[in-house]
Structure formats: structure tokens, C-alpha cells
């Protein structure tokens, strides 16, 4: 695969069961030293598998798009992913349960999430949603994967635009795409993923001719 500038490319990717620590070392041993310094301090089992999987997510996604190497990966103070050499080039990452997810575009501000389908206190969550999104929760026939479908789509636009939780969920109505909020206008589209999971992406809406390709890769055999 070779990169097109008129696609946004999605690669996702569970990560394996039941690691022992001598496979996680041996398979950090992949990243770059600031990375696995970075690791190192991780503590927590979970954490550290969301952040070593997805950069080996990374590796395999912009290997498969063509770059000869893995870019710089820089973030801004709101925490957004960009690549310091190519700086135009968008880049997001995600991960929830045991999948992890990027979406990649160049000249395209674009931003991924996917959410594991747990048992939501849904009514914590209401102050998130307009009354017309509320009610489509309430009244579809899963109550929860509404809630994430929905929920999936802010995230997604949220990191597009780089605010990240920063931005007002209530007022960023995601019924229908495109989305215009605080002067910009954004596409977004529902990922189709595995088993209870689900996820979206979106991109700046000048953009909106792009074409999706979405890919499931394997982790873990590096």
C-alpha cells in the first residue's frame, strides 16, 4: 500500500492475550529510546500495553503507507499527535479494551476513537448530549451502543479539531455529519469494528471528498 493524498487511511488492531513480560520487553524493544523511557515509568499493565501497542500500530501503518521510517511524533500542549517533519501530515490515535486505532491523511486535520462497549452509568453522561441526542439514545433498541456510537463521533471530532475534552459536548451535535462548531466544519463516518467495539473518524470538512480505507492489522509479531 502507498500513501494517497486524497484517502484517510484507519488501521486497528487487537492486542494479544495473555502477555508475559518477557514478550513485552521483547517487543519494546521496537521503539525509540525517549519511548521506551516513557514506557519504563508506566506502572499500571493497561496503560502500558495501550501506549506500546500503538506505536507499534504506528510503525506498521506508516510502513504500510511507504515512509522509509518511522517520523518524529510530536504532540501539542493539548496533546495532539502531529509529525514534527510533516507537519501538514494528520495523525490520531486511539485505543480502548484490547484495540488500538490510528487514523492518518496528509493535508487533512482528521481524529479517531473507539470505545469497548462496557455497562455505561448513562444517566452520569446526559449533560454530554443535546435533548435530540439524548432521546435517540433512550429510544433505540440498545441504549448503550447508542450512547458509544454517539459518544465515538464527539471524541473523534473533538481530537480533529485538537481540543480534546476541552471542547463543549453538549453543544457538538453529532447526529449528522458534517458538523459545524466554534467557526469549523467537520465530516465524520462510523468505523466498522470488531465485536463490541465501535469507533468513528472525522476530518475537517474541506476535505470532505477523501476517501476512507480502513485495515486490520496484526500486532504483537513483530
Same mark, same amino acid.
Given at each position: ?8 487511511? %484507519? ?11 518477557? /514478550?513485552?520487553? +521483547? ?45 518524529? +511524533? ?25 484495540? %488500538? ?7 487533512? #486535520?482528521?481524529?479517531?476513537?473507539? #470505545? ?22 433512550? #429510544? ?8 458509544? /456510537?454517539?459518544?465515538? /463521533? ?46 468513528? %473518524? ?10 476512507? %480505507? ?9
Amino acid at each position: 500500500m502507498t500513501e494517497d493524498h486524497r484517502s484517510i487511511y %484507519v488501521f486497528f488492531g487487537p492486542i494479544p492475550a495473555d502477555l508475559q513480560p518477557d /514478550r513485552i520487553e +521483547l517487543l519494546s524493544q521496537s521503539l525509540s529510546g525517549d519511548e521506551q523511557l516513557r514506557l519504563g515509568f508506566m506502572t499500571r499493565l493497561k496503560p502500558k500495553l495501550h501506549f506500546l501497542f500503538g506505536r507499534l500500530l504506528l510503525r506498521k501503518a506508516f510502513n504500510q503507507l511507504g515512509f522509509d521510517a518511522f517520523p518524529d +511524533l510530536s504532540f501539542s500542549e493539548s496533546g495532539k499527535p502531529y509529525l514534527s517533519d510533516h507537519p501538514d501530515f494528520g495523525v490520531s490515535l486511539s485505543h480502548s479494551g484490547h484495540l %488500538v486505532a490510528c487514523a492518518l491523511g496528509a493535508g487533512v #486535520q482528521t481524529g479517531i476513537d473507539v #470505545q469497548e462497549q462496557a455497562e455505561p452509568d448513562l444517566e452520569s453522561y446526559q449533560s454530554s448530549f443535546s435533548a435530540a441526542e439524548w432521546d435517540q439514545i433512550q #429510544q433505540d433498541h440498545s441504549p448503550q451502543q447508542a450512547f458509544y /456510537r454517539l459518544w465515538a /463521533r464527539k471524541e473523534a471530532v473533538a481530537k480533529a479539531d485538537g481540543a480534546g475534552l476541552g471542547i463543549d459536548f453538549e453543544s457538538l451535535a453529532v447526529l449528522a455529519s458534517p458538523v459545524n462548531h466554534d467557526d469549523n466544519t467537520w465530516a465524520w463516518t462510523d468505523l466498522d469494528l470488531p465485536a463490541g467495539y465501535c469507533g468513528a %473518524v472525522a476530518w475537517n470538512a474541506l476535505s470532505n471528498d477523501r476517501a476512507l %480505507v480502513c485495515e486490520a492489522v496484526v500486532l504483537g509479531e513483530e
